[in-house]
């Protein structure tokens, strides 16, 4: 399977969002200074709220530029162990790919389902390091869970 196509995919997928969060937070800025929000009272709160609002939507797109940087600097490099950029097959059939910063989602690469997970998710932090055989141990809400790797890429 072809990692760059899998970077890509979460580099358009980064950027989608970013530019989804970064109208949001111009909109909310907007909001938050337009002068037909001015209090009307000392309990109304609405040019407040607005206000934190779009700095929780900065944040938030400051973050995802970060996370965007990681993505595309990314290098691969051949590894005997689960490292940052690594596509695995775990013994559920399941194929992820550590990411250096974004997780959580799936992507469709040439119709196999990859799921991306963060080198700080729990199960992204029992991961490094291993090798094929290994067996990671990590906690889910379901309780305690066992998987073994099948093959690195």
Not at 94 to 122: C, H, M, Q, V, W
């Amino acid at each position: 399977m072809n990692k760059d196509l899998i970077l890509e995919s979460l580099v358009s997928d980064i950027k989608l969002e970013l530019e989804a969060l970064e109208r949001i937070a111009r909109d909310a800025h907007m909001s938050a200074t337009h002068g037909e929000l001015q209090a009307e009272g000392k309990y109304d709160t609405q040019a407040i709220e607005a206000g934190y609002l779009a700095g929780a939507q900065a944040k938030r797109a400051a973050e995802l530029r970060s996370d965007l940087l990681k993505v595309e600097t990314l290098n691969f490099v051949k590894s005997r162990e689960v490292i940052v950029g690594s596509l695995i097959l775990l013994d559920d059939g399941k194929r992820y790919f550590i990411s250096p910063a974004t997780g959580g989602g799936e992507i469709d690469i040439d119709g196999n389902i990859l799921k991306i997970i963060s080198n700080s998710s729990p199960l992204g932090r029992e991961l490094l390091g291993l090798q094929v055989g290994d067996v990671a141990e990590f906690k889910t809400p379901a309780g305690v869970r066992e998987v073994i790797i099948k093959d690195l890429f």
